[in-house]
């Protein structure tokens, strides 16, 4: 029983949330530099520059005219600008992972640091040289690097010039970036993921598209399908030992009652997800999909190799983030909740986060078995957590009680898929290690972290790190590999 002896207990961070840095050492604007701030109720924004010059500030999911340049307005809030300034306390944040025996730290190269255009055949060396001195640092410690190749964000001018991921030549850039990572990072990083959160990625934001469509939305996808397979070809002839995986944002459909009607939209439910596994693990596009083009009169354009591409681009493990589960059902007028990037039905049995998330370890289980069951090779929980408000006490204490409960429940769950369900787990890294931006609501309240920082919505504070009780609990967790989880 208990946990492997050589599993990776960690957390996980991603550029555009908690670098900062935003213009420094050379880096170009990302897409996510133009996206505003946020609440729980009111929507994040994204500034744009119109082909009349006019700027104007618009929902995430509205499409954007024809000639529009994402702008950043100067007297506007960005979180991404700063952060929690990664950027400037790289050396004493890793020495916190590391106080708490981290063994591996999942984190994000921002493209635009890297290619500040995206473009460019050489590197800005500057930046090449700010992730080798993290990597560096990180294995002075004995913490494996865990690299997210790209995390959401994209260098902007291959979005303003090119509309992003629609243009096929983004995935010659793509590789041309991965390419200098592979190499440069040789040695220091081994374990990879192409994309984050691949069935999340939308519009201009992530995608650097301008509308919505689902021709649009697709035609850039495969795109990324195609870069991603070729990424994992890339990596392995570089490096026979990186270990490079896809990445997704999971969580089970319940069916809501035993009506066949119910279980046979659950499926379909489920293949919205499967979709991108079955792509990225079996090296192609599955039946259900290729129907539902049909119906919907996509098209996809495709090169005559991609369909070896695909299939000999597989990827060595599935790294996916749980925070909640969710429930199919046929009835309209269902109540739901929110979740990550999408509304959910709300499930009676289940309690949920003060941002209306469900909390359902058990569902982190069932999630384990669902991957494995399908795929048959390695997962990793490469995101979990819980977003709560936290209290400075008067003494500097952060009393994260309800922090330390949701883990040690989804842990327990963990040891269960690998000890009684035999799924081979390869680590756990839970989301937000160190408070950072919330990447929905963009802000900073909603906080995940075993470190505090001193930082408000409206990028005011002092960035000063602090312990929090979870990051004791934690650290006792990892010396333990997993065997105490008691909050004494
Ligand atoms: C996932 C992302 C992360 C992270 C997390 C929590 O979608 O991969 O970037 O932000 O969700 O979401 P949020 O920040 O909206 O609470």
Known sequence: MGFPKDF?????????????????????????????GGSHTVPRRLSYQGPDGEVK????????????KGYVDPNQYYPSHVATDFYHHWKEDIALFAEMGFK????????????????????????????EN?????????????????????????????????????????LNFVRVCFTRYKGLVKLWKTFNEINVLRGWEMLGVKDHSPQTYYQALHHIFVASA??????????????????IAYGTNYPEDCNPETFMKNIQESHIKQF?????????????????????????????????????GTVDFIGFSYYSSGVTTTREDAETTDGNQRRQVKNPYLKASDWGWQIDPVGLRIACNELYDRYEIPVFVVENGLGAIDTVEADGSINDDYRIDYLARHIEQLEKA????????????PWGCID??????????KRYGFIYVDMDDEGKGTLARSRKKSFYWYKKVIETNGEDLSND
């Open 8 to 36: 990776l207990w960690g957390g996980a961070t991603a550029a555009n949330q908690y670098e900062g840095g935003y213009l420094d050492g050379g880096k170009g604007l990302t897409t996510l530099d133009a996206i505003t």
């Open 57 to 68: 500030f618009v929902d995430r999911s509205a499409d954007l005219p024809k000639g529009a």
């Open 104 to 131: 591996t730290f999942r984190m994000s190269i921002a493209w635009a640091r890297l290619f500040p255009r995206g473009d460019e055949l050489e590197p800005n060396e500057e930046g090449v040289q700010f992730y």
């Open 134 to 174: 993290i990597f560096k640092e990180l294995r002075k410690y004995n913490i494996e690097p865990m690299v997210t190749l790209n995390h959401f964000d994209m260098p902007m001018y291959l979005a303003d010039e090119m509309d992003g991921w629609l243009d096929r030549r983004v995935i010659d850039y793509y």
């Open 230 to 247: 070729k990424a994992v070809q890339l990596g392995h002839l570089i490096d026979p030992e990186n270990m490079i995986g896809m990445m």
């Open 276 to 312: 991108f596994c079955d792509v990225q693990c079996r090296g192609y596009y599955p039946n259900y999909k290729l129907k539902e083009f049909e119906r919907l009169g996509v098209e996809i354009k495709q090169d005559i190799y991609d369909e070896e591409v695909l299939l000999e």
């Open 418 to 429: 690998i000890n009684e369900d035999g799924v081979p787990v390869m680590g756990y890294t």
């Open 436 to 445: 950072l931006v919330s990447a929905g609501t963009g802000e900073m309240r």
